[in-house]
């Protein structure tokens, strides 16, 4: 009965790679968000959606695309991976206009 | 830029001792929220404070806001050694949705 989900834990891959992460809630909200978390433990808000539709994407490189099949999975596409993406990634889930957000348990991605 | 910047960046502490970690922020807000991150584990909300509110408790959390110096402090009183994570301060202010997050407090309990 988690209440957001993250897959996979850990992503080893090369430079240049696509690769997708996925996450999903059961808490019945209706945000998601994507949080990355560099190695020096500084997160920082990517992206957020709210019933489909992107409402903040702060600059992050086009790259990185989130896509939202429906408003319990935000999944988070990344392109031609670089060594810089390497870092933690949260999702996270709130109802639109609360101010507390759920966390998955993050993705370690390493670009090799 | 950073919205918060906690301080100290790492606290060593006795179990049973009380830690206070500070955080600064500098834009107006609405509420200002901590959270906790274990070892290798995702975040946890631990208390919300209100931008008209200078104090809330939650078992042992202790938390104050001082709007007027953008500041913020999280006391956890009778440390325990599971208190052992990172402790990290998050606004939401100005209408975004997204959380702000401070670089955090690491915080180690000494048995």
């Known amino acids: 009965d988690t209440a957001v989900s993250q897959t996979p834990k850990y992503l080893v891959t090369q430079m240049g790679n696509d690769k997708s992460i996925k996450c999903e809630q059961n808490l019945g909200h209706d945000t998601m968000y994507w949080y990355k978390q560099d190695s020096k433990k500084f997160l920082k808000i990517m992206f957020s959606y709210n019933n489909k539709e992107l409402i903040i994407n702060e600059t992050v490189p086009n790259r990185f695309s989130p896509k939202s099949p429906d408003k319990a999975h935000l999944n988070l596409h990344i392109n031609s991976l670089e060594l810089g993406d390497s870092a933690v990634y949260f999702c996270?889930?709130?109802?639109?206009?609360?101010?507390?957000?759920?966390f998955g348990p993050g993705t370690r991605l390493l670009v090799l | 830029s950073q919205q918060g910047e906690e301080d100290p960046q790492a606290l060593s502490i006795q179990e049973g001792e009380n830690a206070t970690m500070n955080c600064s922020y500098k834009?107006?807000?609405?509420?200002l929220q901590w959270y906790r991150q274990n070892s290798g584990r995702g975040l946890v909300h631990l208390i919300l404070?209100?931008?008209?509110?200078r104090e809330k408790h939650s078992g042992r959390l202790r938390v104050t806001l001082d709007t007027s110096k953008k500041s913020s402090s999280l006391l956890i009183t009778a440390s325990r050694a599971a208190d052992t994570a990172s402790y990290f301060c998050a606004t939401v202010g100005g209408g975004a949705d997204g959380l702000t997050f401070g670089k955090g407090t690491h915080l180690i309990i000494q048995p």
């Open positions: 834009t107006s807000i609405n509420n």
């Open positions: 404070i209100r931008s008209n509110e």
């Open positions: 996270a889930s709130s109802l639109r206009g609360a101010e507390t957000q759920y």
